[in-house]
């Protein structure tokens, strides 16, 4: 066990790294968002909650909108996957296409309703570039992580 909580802890920090470089290099696609939803099927809740927190932390640090943005967009999307995991497959590809799709459309709304709470002009077509984007990367980025993610800290008995 300790060797896997070791490559556990490796994985996710390069995972993390990968994802601050992707967020300050492509604004608008959420790199975190595919790998909550990866650790939400292949790890313990107790690990998820973890880099859910500290994923969070991160994008309230590296936007520019009042605290809230994180704590929202994730937990909306833990609420579209449990929600949609009574309909669908947990690891299909056309599930993640929907969270995909279902994040494309978030990312706008919360972006442009927090931006007028805190009183900041946004223009809408670039919002909805980058929800459009956010539609593409998810599922791409889901896949390559999950193919990525290594065997050894894959339970035997995989939860859905």
Known sequence: ?????????????AYTVIGVW??????GIDFFA??????????SVRRTAALAL?????VEGMGSLP??????????LAAMYFTGRWLFEARSILFMALIGAGLGVLHP??????????????????LLIEGAM???????????????FPQRLKPDARPL
């Open 109 to 126: 709304v919360l972006i442009w309703g927090l931006s007028s709470l805190a009183y900041l002009k946004v223009g809408l077509e670039p």
């Open 54 to 58: 500290v994923w969070m932390l991160l």
């Open 22 to 27: 992707v967020h300050r290099t492509v604004p």
């Open 67 to 76: 605290f809230g943005y994180g704590l929202a967009w994730y937990g909306l």
């Open 134 to 148: 956010q539609v593409v990367a998810f599922p791409v980025i889901w896949l390559v992580a999950a193919n990525l």
């Open 34 to 43: 595919p790998g909550l939803i990866l650790s939400l099927q292949e790890q």
């Open 1 to 13: 066990m300790p060797t896997s909580n070791l490559l556990a802890v490796l994985w996710w920090s």
